[in-house]
């Protein structure tokens, strides 16, 4: 490998900006029994899409910051992590995960310190708070909402990326030592092997998702998906988060009343980018809008809501016994294993389905052997 870039509390800190150095360092990386790993990303912040900007791992004895912009194929860091033979640590991975499936990356191995957090009942998961409770560290975030998708990147920015793993390894190792201690290593393995599961696929009628401040009727949902792919488009063209382009405050103002003139609320709303107030753009609002009005009428289209997805909960005798009884368990658990450790073991959505249905559903099988176990220790039949 090539000198260093820079050395980070005496740990070498190499810049990967090739074709060869991601060879080279893919190669070392692969003879190594654990590394730990972190990304930085945008995600519809300052560019369009879910863009990997950064990757830096560690070996404990040197640290890689890889440039995926420069670099057209990753295949073989991927080849690194997806090897079961090698674990990796993460921390709160659950994103990172997702966006490297995305890419076609599907990571084998892995302990999330933030996972061993909650197994430990620890009341804050966050890297910094962590590593100065365990280790008695203290990290300088300040550089944590920087913008990563501008090159050059400042010398601050690389030891910010360099030092959000510099320390990972340590901090593992002390949170399963003590996990270990308590006899619950098999609930981080299990909590860890659910997150190897973490696959990306595309959301269907991501149209629907957007969050509005009142529920949709047939109609609006119906007209705005071609506003909604419009929007989409033209973000992608201009590489800015779709936010940008119309935001939600100015789809509400269209979808409230879709006859309007097009001009007026084009010109007069909170929330349109600058660069849509533009006649053609106008003209083709003016023509989707129209155009699913048409469509609209012809399918017979009602402008009603839709039923409610989430039905009111039955709220019976039987019911409330079911739950008094889950919530008894709840909090023996609370007092057992604490606060912090107990929604891994038993969540209110667990005790409402109980409720509703008489049914315990917990899939995680440590989570459910704890649970039988509390309750059986209270002499309650679940």
Request: hydrophobic share 40%.
């Amino acid at each position: 490998m090539k000198e260093p870039a820079f050395f980070l509390e005496g740990t070498p800190v190499y810049l990967v900006q090739t074709i060869e150095a991601l060879q080279a360092a893919a190669a070392h990386l692969s003879q190594r029994p654990e590394l730990a790993l972190d990304l930085e990303f945008d995600q519809h912040h300052y560019t369009y899409g879910f863009t990997l900007c950064l990757i830096q791992i560690s070996d404990a004895d040197a640290c890689f910051i890889i440039d995926p912009f420069p670099l057209d194929d990753l295949q073989p860091l991927w080849d690194v992590l997806e090897n079961p033979a090698i674990v990796k640590i993460f921390h709160h991975a659950n994103n990172d995960l997702m966006l490297l499936s995305m890419l076609g990356c599907q990571v084998r191995t892995l302990v999330d310190t933030a996972v061993a957090a909650k197994v430990l009942n620890h009341s804050k998961a966050a890297l910094g708070t962590l590593l100065e409770e365990e280790l008695g560290l203290q990290l300088d975030k300040s550089q944590q909402m920087s913008n990563w998708n501008q090159r050059p990147l400042t010398q601050r920015q690389l030891e910010y990326a360099a030092q959000d793993v510099l320390y990972l390894h340590r901090l593992k190792n002390a949170m399963v030592a003590k996990i270990e201690d308590l006899g619950r290593k098999h609930w981080l393995a299990e909590e860890d092997q659910l997150l190897e599961s973490i696959t990306y696929v595309e959301l269907e009628d991501p149209h629907l998702r957007i969050k509005f401040p009142q529920r949709l009727t047939f109609l609006q949902q119906f007209i705005l998906k071609p506003i909604y792919d419009f929007r989409d488009q033209l973000a992608q063209k201009w590489n800015l988060p779709a936010g940008q382009i119309i935001n939600t405050h100015a789809l509400m103002q269209l979808l409230s009343n879709p006859e309007q003139d097009i001009n007026a609320w084009l010109y007069h709303t909170r929330g349109i980018h600058g660069r849509l107030q533009h006649d053609r753009f106008e003209e083709q609002i003016q023509r989707i809008v129209a155009g699913s009005l048409k469509e609209a009428q012809k399918r017979k289209i009602p402008n009603r809501l839709p039923p409610n997805p989430y039905p009111a909960r039955l709220k019976t005798p039987e019911t409330e016994a079911r739950r008094e009884l889950l919530c008894t368990v709840q909090r023996a658990l609370v007092e057992k294993y604490g606060a912090h450790t107990t929604p891994i073991l038993l969540d209110q959505s667990t005790i409402t389905h109980y409720s509703q249905t008489g049914e315990l559903l917990i899939s995680k099988k440590y989570a459910r052997e704890v649970v039988q176990e509390t309750a059986q220790e209270l002499n309650i039949n679940l």
